[in-house]
């Protein structure tokens, strides 16, 4: 089963067993996010609803492959496909770019500066928006929009160009996170975890930072790798624990011996790899 499809049922799966259990608490503050998330973990799925959110996240799922919903900037009145693609293909011209992904690479400079040149958020703004609106067209690849919307969830959760607003970043961290994003996935698991801007939902939050981790998100497989070895909202598992690690370590070793300085780095992996598995097998063994 495709890695998309298998996390959409997943969320469906999660929100329908947890939807209950946060319904009594949604006339309350976000400080009461915390006992619905401990609430939702023990609460019985009724296998009416829970069947019908797992063929409405087949329907979103696989609709992400063709004609896919249209998350853009502006959630109160989306553009149609066609006003979207049209405007998409002026920027393009106007830029003078052949194509979407040469676009975003574009709009992410406009966003971040390059070569001491100014930020311009504002400027990045509505090409990030026309890209997000453009998904499921077929000159636009699917992690392109992805991209794009994650971009758009940035600059709404710290207000670069916009307005801060950590709702609105949620709702693009989500569209993005369902076309396969792994850092969108993994934040989502940061906000859901830590209550801010999401509901604090401790199996959601889960769910989105094993499937990010799973996608080779580092951030997210540190904090997978952090959870098992300390059995903090998972299992304590140190062969879980380092099946998590270890990808990381060896991504970290990679990218210095890039700088040419793999000699002692190599020395030193070698000594905490041999650590970590004799750990692991102390473990085991106990």
């Known amino acids: 089963m495709p890695r998309r499809l298998w996390l959409a049922i997943t969320l469906a799966l999660c929100r329908s067993s947890s939807g209950s259990g946060r319904s009594d608490s949604s006339g309350s503050s976000g400080s009461s996010g915390s006992s619905s998330g401990d609430s939702s973990s023990t609460e019985t799925v009724d296998p009416g609803p829970a069947a019908e959110a797992v063929l409405a ?18 959630a109160d009145a989306p553009p ?35 070569a001491g040149s100014r930020k311009q958020p504002w400027k990045a703004l509505p090409v990030l928006e026309a890209l997000a609106g453009a998904v499921g067209n077929h000159a636009v690849p699917s992690d ?3 991209a794009a919307m994650r971009e758009l969830g940035h600059m709404h959760l710290r207000g670069e160009g916009v307005t801060a607003d950590a709702a609105v970043a949620v ?42 981790a799973e996608g080779g998100d580092i951030h997210a497989q540190l904090a997978m790798g952090y959870r098992h ?13 380092l099946l998590y690690y270890t990808p990381v370590a060896e991504k ?9 300085s793999g000699g002692t780095i190599e020395k030193v992996r070698r000594h905490i790899v041999l650590r970590v598995h004799i750990a692991a097998a102390t473990a085991f063994e106990s």
């Open 171 to 212: 709702r693009h961290y989500e569209h993005a996170a369902e076309l396969g994003d792994t850092e969108s996935q993994s934040i989502l698991g940061v906000l859901h975890s830590t209550g801010f801007g999401a509901p604090r939902d401790a199996p959601l939050a889960a769910t989105y930072m094993y499937f990010a």
């Open 144 to 146: 392109t929009s992805a």
């Open 80 to 114: 149609s496909a066609e006003a979207a693609w049209e405007r998409l293909q002026q920027l393009m011209s106007d830029v003078n770019v052949a194509n979407a992904s040469a676009l975003l690479e574009e709009a992410l400079k406009l966003r971040s500066g390059v």
């Open 229 to 241: 070895l300390l059995g903090v909202a998972a299992t304590k598992a140190c062969h879980k624990s």
């Open 252 to 260: 970290v070793v990679a990218n210095a011996q890039r700088h040419q």
């Open 57 to 74: 996240a087949s329907v979103v799922a696989a609709s992400a492959e063709g004609a896919s919903p249209q998350p853009q900037g502006d």
